[in-house]
């Protein structure tokens, strides 16, 4: 399903509305160029589960993986654009997240899709212009 959002407030709408449903367990995968709104998005997801909006949610792009926790559903933010090899994951940790009772957002996922449960909700950004992207649900 696409969906075009015209600001980054209506991508955190969009991930607010699609968060609701969420139960725990789930794993989304975020791809999209730099700039396309996979972190706008992650921001709107922490907002649905609940994390304390005193929890400022930015790209783990150094840290690799941020944790968001006491929300109604723990979140754990990777992103893997900086991984070189997919051992690196193992380093991470990243088994105890994918199985873990919270939810696991990982942007550009599709560095390593042989690494991720096939069950995984993948989503793909694509900028149209400065403001506007097309966010597509797969």
């Known amino acids: ?30 791809n999209g160029d730099l700039g396309a709104g996979k972190t706008c998005f992650v921001q709107g997801l922490a907002s649905a589960l609940d ?10 792009t150094f840290a690799l993986i941020n944790e968001y926790l006491g929300g109604r559903l723990s979140l754990y933010h990777f992103d893997f654009y900086r991984l070189g090899d997919p051992s690196e994951l193992d380093s991470l940790g990243i088994e105890e997240y994918l199985f873990s009772d919270g939810v696991t957002a990982i942007e550009w996922a599709d560095k390593f899709p042989d690494e991720l449960p096939e069950n995984a909700i993948s989503i793909n950004f694509r900028v149209i212009d400065e403001n506007s992207r097309e966010i597509n649900f797969l």
Do not use: C
């Not at 699609?18 to 367990?25: D, Y």
């Not at 994390?51 to 783990?60: A, F, G, K």
């Open 51 to 60: 994390i304390p909006p005193t929890v400022y949610v930015r790209s783990p």
């Open 1 to 30: 399903m696409k969906h075009l959002t015209k600001s980054p407030e209506e991508t955190q709408k969009l991930a607010e509305e699609f968060a609701r449903n969420l139960k725990g367990g789930e794993i989304i995968l975020l």
